[in-house]
């Protein structure tokens, strides 16, 4: 199912490649658009191997949750705006949840090395000097009702 997948890529983030999309989701052209020609590039072929190797890892969680959760809409047997709800939302959220332990298990470390210090790594640099924060979600995680 597209929607599942086209879900996935963009609570992911992961960066359009194969061509120009404008913040409004058009096809950029600099004349009326022929619809039997490839689309002007987004990025330099430098760029965008740059842009392929960060992306990867997200990609290859992309291609393991859309057939897991295409599964499970199958098997739902509900409207899909109850399986949004219910089920894919949750499971990305999770997924996301994941994603910040991993980034922040295997390189928070080596950034505070170089100085950087991320939001995600801020509670274990706060940890150290004793103050106790409140669990802190974000706005966009306490309603659903955006989906």
């Known amino acids: 199912m597209d929607y599942i997948r086209l879900f996935i890529f963009s609570y ?12 409004l989701g058009r ?4 004349e009326s658009p022929y619809f039997t020609e490839k689309p002007y590039p987004r990025y330099y072929s430098t760029e965008l191997r740059r842009i392929t190797n960060e992306d990867a ?9 859309v057939p897991e959760l295409i599964s499970q809409y199958d098997s739902f047997g509900g409207k899909l705006q109850d399986f949004v709800i219910d089920i894919l939302i949750p499971t990305m959220r999770r997924t996301a949840k994941e994603l910040k332990d991993e980034d922040k298990a ?9 100085g950087v210090v991320m939001d995600g790594d801020e509670d274990e640099t706060e940890g150290e000097s ?3 924060e409140e669990d802190e979600t974000d706005a966009e995680e306490e309603s659903d009702d955006e989906y």
Do not use: F, K, M, P
């Not at 096809?27 to 600099?30: S, T």
């Not at 890892?57 to 949750?65: M, P, V, W």
């Not at 470390?109 to 170089?114: D, V």
């Open 12 to 23: 992911l983030e992961i960066r359009h490649t194969c061509c120009y999309v404008d913040r």
């Open 27 to 30: 096809l950029w052209h600099e």
């Open 57 to 65: 890892h997200l990609r290859a969680r992309l291609e393991e949750l």
């Open 106 to 114: 295997l390189y928070a470390a080596g950034r505070r090395g170089l």
């Open 130 to 132: 004793g103050e106790v």
